[in-house]
């Protein structure tokens, strides 16, 4: 599967997309002025996404990539 693809499930499975998650990462404290606190671990982000939107392992860890800003949504 793609990276676009990834994000097209999140958003099917969510109805939430790229920035709606940063926007929620920063809410939560895991990212301050849009970058991810070096403190936060990609388990953290999986833990949060798991147990509140019920996204799989694979998933989790595209929006991880996102915000750590590895990959783009572009």
């Known amino acids: ?12 499975k969510t109805g939430k997309g790229p920035d709606d998650f940063r926007q929620m990462a920063e ?3 895991f990212t301050q002025n849009g970058e991810l606190k070096s403190t936060v671990k990609a388990g953290d982000i999986v833990k ?3 147990a509140d939107f019920d996204l799989g392992h694979g998933h989790a860890m595209a929006v991880y990539a ?3 800003g590895m ?3 572009d």
């Open 66 to 68: 996102l915000l750590k």
């Open 27 to 29: 809410e939560k404290g």
């Open 71 to 73: 990959k783009s949504e």
């Open 48 to 50: 949060w996404l798991k």
């Open 1 to 12: 599967m793609s990276f676009r693809g990834y994000l097209n499930t999140i958003k099917t």
